[in-house]
């Protein structure tokens, strides 16, 4: 069982920057892929970012890729997301996401097994 805390979402202006944390509890946070995905009013979640569990593999979508950076450090139980030259088109809630399955994470199987509760973050032009 992996719970996951969302923070670090706020207000920025456009081309600003935020750096979204995820803290997870457990032991075996080491074991669990952990990803990014959001939700803009409207339209259906998508992924954003995913990391291996050792941090040596990632995977971003296109539209933010050269822009955002996920990272992880399993000393402290906690996924980042660096998020710059924000856009507009990035406002939305952002929610963090464990699987111990890479293809679950981003995508391409079933959806991951734990979610945090989302954190908003809006981009103002």
């Known amino acids: 069982q992996v719970q996951l805390v969302e923070s670090g979402g706020g207000l920025v202006q456009a081309g600003g920057s935020l750096r979204l944390s995820c803290a997870a509890s457990?032991?075996?946070?080491?074991?669990?892929?952990m990803g990014w995905f959001r939700q803009a009013p409207g339209k259906e979640r998508e992924f954003v970012a995913a990391?291996?569990?050792?941090?040596?593999?990632?995977s971003y979508t296109d539209s933010v890729k050269g822009r955002f950076t996920i990272s992880r450090d399993n000393r402290k139980n906690t996924v980042y997301l660096q998020m710059n030259t924000l856009k507009p088109e990035d406002t939305a809630v952002y929610y963090c996401?464990?699987?111990?399955?890479?293809?679950?994470?981003?995508?391409?199987?079933?959806?991951?097994?734990?979610w945090g509760q989302g954190t908003q973050v809006t981009v103002s032009s």
């Open positions: 996401a464990a699987d111990k399955n890479w293809a679950d994470v981003v995508g391409t199987a079933g959806p991951p097994g734990y």
């Open positions: 990391i291996s569990w050792n941090g040596g593999r990632t």
């Open positions: 457990g032991r075996t946070f080491s074991s669990y892929v």
